[in-house]
């Protein structure tokens, strides 16, 4: 039978608020005295609507529980040096943490706690004993992994607890090492706690026993965790482990040659980060995949020669391997070496691409080739990982009156062609009109593109920050498209556009 006797009584602090208020000049119990801060403490940015989706509270039921234990943080802290030897632990109880509940080993103490407007509780050990109960197990179930995996102090129960899969076992374990089974609980779990790790750019992977790569960026596909890489690298299905050899995941696509890139799904082990390695201890953060123009510097991160910078050189760079031709990539005069390959590229805190080869060292200089972001998330469907991954509010739309409109939706660093992943064709010189809207808070950018026989070229460019883009363009006859692109966000989208008609026939 439980040796802990509970003590209600019926004087609870509840604080609703943190601000002070007048009130008439009556006898109160004695509280602490809060310093003025208190007042206007303000919880972190998004911490009441965590509290609200994880705990099923109200918004105002999660500001008041804020409230509450703001309040009665530092009561516990008065009672605690109050107690000494006798305190046997606090806890709050109740939804918005209304009650503040302290337990002692001495009744004595009832008065006094409840002085202090919190329910008492009399238990039989002090909370310094049952730290050196769970102290023992530690040191007894250290060799004995399968008896107990996690112990805690349970301060409620006034007992240590022992978290088993094979809670018969453990009990006879702990009973043949002699340790105090009144003080101790077996609870029932199948935890089996495991360390998780981050996705970080620029870090170690292997693909068998002694192929390296780097980790590009981090990216999702729908609830699927994972990274984008080289298509060298491995093949579909090849498994990979991470930095630290732990089981990593699996390659779900690996295009090589003609492409150079890939994505790994990973396990639940692994949680992706808006992150590249710095190769200085520090990382620098992922933002978004905004397209960066020739001469714009750049910054490789890879497992092998860490952290370089240079210069973008050129784009649409056709290479041929040994193994095949790659084509669009973009050359750098940025140096790397065996084991950079799939590493992340950067532009300040914008995703360019993964490394695929290129010629040279770190030590003399050399020049590497990158494979752009945005084709591979969008030939996979993937999203990258972010700073800015939160949907924003929709806008209200600013593109009306245009003759031709079409939507669509784009992931972060994804692009399309319009209209219809095609072109248009203008029989007459006159002004191109286009209009882009998307949420509010995105960075989406406009380009108008003209066919000069060979390839596509650039004629005009909206490419400012938001959602919002439009272009005015007056050209010659010719196909046009448009290309849509996420540099940051996700976003439904709508296309209005508007070309050069011919004049009317006289009548």
């Known amino acids: 039978m439980s040796r802990r006797h509970a003590i209600t009584t019926g004087c609870v602090l509840t604080i609703t608020a943190l601000t002070l208020t007048a009130a008439p000049a009556v006898a109160q119990p004695q509280t602490v005295e809060t310093p003025a801060v208190a007042a206007v403490r303000r919880s972190p940015p998004g911490m009441v609507e965590a509290l609200q989706r994880d705990l099923g509270i109200t918004k105002e039921q999660a500001g008041e529980r804020l409230a509450n234990e703001a309040r009665l943080a530092p009561i516990e802290a008065q009672v605690r040096g109050q107690l000494g030897e006798r305190f046997g632990g606090a806890w709050y109880a109740g939804i918005t943490a209304r009650t503040l509940v302290v337990a002692t080993t001495s009744a004595d103490d009832i008065p006094r706690l409840t002085a202090l407007g919190v329910r008492p509780e009399v238990v039989s050990r002090s909370l310094k004993e049952l730290q050196a109960i769970k102290k023992e197990l530690d040191s007894t179930l250290a060799t004995r992994p399968n008896a107990g995996r996690v112990r805690y102090v349970d301060v409620r129960n006034n007992k240590v607890a022992v978290l088993s899969s094979e809670s018969e076992a453990t009990e006879h374990g702990l009973e043949a090492a002699g340790v105090d089974t009144e003080a101790v609980r077996v609870v029932p779990s199948k935890e089996q706690p495991r360390l998780f790790h981050d996705l970080v750019g620029g870090t170690p992977y292997y693909v068998g026993v002694t192929s390296r790569c780097s980790v590009g960026f981090s990216v999702t596909r729908g609830t699927q965790n ?41 396990n639940n082990d692994w949680t992706p980060k808006p992150l590249v390695d710095n190769g200085t201890g520090g990382t620098v953060t992922v933002a978004g995949s905004k397209e960066a123009i020739e ?25 041929t391997y040994p193994q095949g031709t790659v084509f669009e990539l973009v050359r750098t005069n940025v140096c790397a070496e065996s084991g950079d390959s799939g590493g992340s590229f950067i532009s300040i805190d914008q995703a360019q691409g993964v490394t695929s080869g290129g010629s040279g060292d770190c030590t003399s200089g050399g020049v590497t080739y990158f494979q752009p972001i945005g084709e591979i998330l969008t030939a996979y469907g993937l999203n990258l990982v972010t700073t800015t991954d939160s949907p924003p509010p929709p806008s209200t739309g600013t593109c009306t009156g245009y003759e ?4 669509g939706t784009l992931n972060n660093g994804q692009f399309v062609y319009q209209p219809k992943s095609r072109h248009y064709r203008s029989t007459v010189a006159g002004v191109h009109a286009g209009c882009l809207d998307a949420y509010d808070g995105v960075d989406f950018d406009l380009f ?60």
Do not use: M
């Not at 491995?234 to 890939?262: C, L, M, Y």
């Not at 750049?298 to 760079?317: F, P």
């Not at 031709?404 to 939507?407: D, G, M």
């Not at 593109?449 to 005009?460: D, E, I, L, Y």
């Open 448 to 507: 108008l593109q003209k066919w000069n026989g060979r390839s596509w070229n650039t004629v005009a460019t909206a490419d400012g920050l938001g959602g919002h883009k439009k272009i005015t363009y007056t050209g010659t006859p010719g196909h046009y498209r448009y290309r849509v692109l996420s540099s940051r966000g996700f976003s439904p989208y709508s296309l209005g556009y508007r070309a050069p008609q011919p004049a009317p026939a006289p009548g």
């Open 226 to 266: 994972g990274f984008i890489s080289a298509g060298h690298c491995g093949k579909v299905g090849n498994a990979t482990d991470g930095f630290n050899r732990a089981a990593q995941g699996v390659f779900q696509a690996s295009n090589f040659p003609e492409n150079d890139f890939g994505w790994v799904a990973v």
């Open 404 to 407: 031709q409109t079409v939507t």
């Open 295 to 319: 001469g714009a510097s750049v910054c490789r991160s890879g497992s092998t020669t860490d952290w370089h910078c240079g210069i973008i050189q050129q784009r649409n760079a056709s290479i």
